[in-house]
């Protein structure tokens, strides 16, 4: 009887370890042609332990490269690069590797550009200077 008992306590507890065991950390990558700004995002995401920064990249066609390599889990990438707009890349990610989840942002703001996101199959789109943890937290956990 008393082992029954001492088996119900212990599986909850198991269970919420499981749980903890499952957090999510978004493995991610920055793509963005400033290198001060990556240097800006990279520990404020790092900050938290939710995400972990595993690549940068300053190009469309670098930052296609080592997501199609590193497959992360998010990429943060700027609407504007120097040898094109991310939006093309984050097009073809949605073809290529569907898993990786796709943030754009931008000095600019606008609803123009969060229509342009979606149209690519990006989550969404946030503009630099509102750009927070908490801003891509709400958009991850938006189903």
């Given at each position: 009887?008393?082992?029954?008992?001492?088996?119900?306590?212990?599986?909850?507890?198991?269970?919420?370890?499981?749980?903890?065991?499952?957090?999510?950390?978004y493995r991610?990558?920055?793509?963005?042609?400033?290198?001060?700004?990556?240097?800006?995002?990279?520990?404020?995401?790092?900050?938290?332990?939710?995400?972990?920064?595993?690549?940068?990249?300053?190009?469309?066609?670098?930052?296609?490269?080592?997501?199609?390599?590193?497959?992360?889990?998010?990429?943060i990438m700027?609407?504007?690069?120097?040898?094109?707009?991310?939006?093309?890349?984050?097009?073809?990610?949605?073809?290529?590797?569907?898993?990786?989840?796709?943030?754009?942002?931008?000095?600019?703001?606008?609803?123009?550009?969060?229509?342009?996101?979606q149209s690519?199959?990006?989550?969404?789109?946030?503009?630099?200077?509102?750009?927070?943890?908490?801003?891509?937290?709400?958009?991850?956990?938006?189903?």
């Amino acid at each position: 009887m008393i082992l029954g008992i001492w088996a119900d306590l212990v599986r909850p507890v198991s269970k919420i370890r499981q749980m903890a065991e499952r957090r999510t950390m978004y493995r991610t990558v920055i793509a963005d042609d400033s290198e001060e700004f990556r240097a800006w995002l990279r520990p404020l995401l790092e900050g938290d332990s939710a995400f972990k920064v595993v690549g940068e990249a300053a190009s469309g066609e670098e930052t296609l490269d080592i997501c199609l390599r590193l497959q992360p889990d998010l990429l943060i990438m700027d609407v504007f690069m120097p040898d094109g707009e991310g939006t093309q890349v984050a097009g073809l990610l949605q073809s290529r590797a569907p898993k990786v989840r796709t943030i754009l942002i931008s000095a600019n703001a606008g609803a123009v550009y969060e229509q342009l996101a979606q149209s690519k199959g990006a989550e969404g789109f946030i503009p630099k200077m509102a750009l927070t943890i908490n801003a891509i937290k709400a958009i991850l956990e938006k189903e």
